[in-house]
């Protein structure tokens, strides 16, 4: 994919772009909430789909040894803040999902462009995990990540013991 098809992707060192968004229970959350943590935002195309579902189970079933080690995650997709709350719901979800149905978020996070499905292309959201450090800068970028094994990627990438 050329940059002239997505969005600028982030690089290590990079200032994460601010933002705010309304989390499934309807509150606004703010990536200045999270200073001083280290922050893992990770973009998933759909709520309820069997890819996002298992990529959430796996930060879901992960998440204690994650804020063991410091570490915070926030799930953001373009679905309906309706539809959110029916997946954290469904899925016993323990971290906040964020809903950026304009997908504004996604683009400045260079998590929206061209994607090709079954020989179509389309625009849409692109599975991508970016870690943020405790002074607000891109730590880790990843791009077309898959929704299998992704935390175990993850953590091997950062360093961190693969549990």
Not at 3 to 30: C, H, I, M, Q, Y
Not at 63 to 92: R, T, W
Not at 103 to 127: F, M, P, Q, S, T
Not at 137 to 147: G, H, I
Request: proline residues 4%; contains cysteine.
């Amino acid at each position: 994919m050329s940059t002239s098809e997505t969005t600028a992707r982030l690089a290590v060192g990079d200032k994460a772009p601010e933002f705010t968004l309304t989390d499934a229970a309807g509150n606004s959350l703010s990536l200045s909430d999270y200073r001083g943590k280290k922050t893992i935002v990770y973009f998933y195309p759909a709520a309820s789909t069997p890819g996002c579902t298992k990529q959430a189970c796996d930060f879901r079933d992960s998440i204690e040894s994650l804020k063991s080690l410091g570490y915070q995650v926030l799930g953001i997709s373009p679905d309906k803040v309706s539809k959110l709350e029916k997946f954290v719901a469904n899925e016993s979800l323990n971290f906040p999902t964020l809903s950026d149905e304009d997908h504004a978020v996604a683009e400045a996070y260079g998590a929206w462009g061209e994607k090709k499905n079954y020989g179509r292309v389309y625009e849409g959201l692109i599975r991508s995990t970016i870690v943020v450090d405790e002074e607000g800068n891109v730590a880790l970028a990843q791009y077309n990540v898959r929704a299998t094994g992704h935390v175990a990627k993850l953590r091997r990438d950062l360093g961190i013991d693969p549990k």
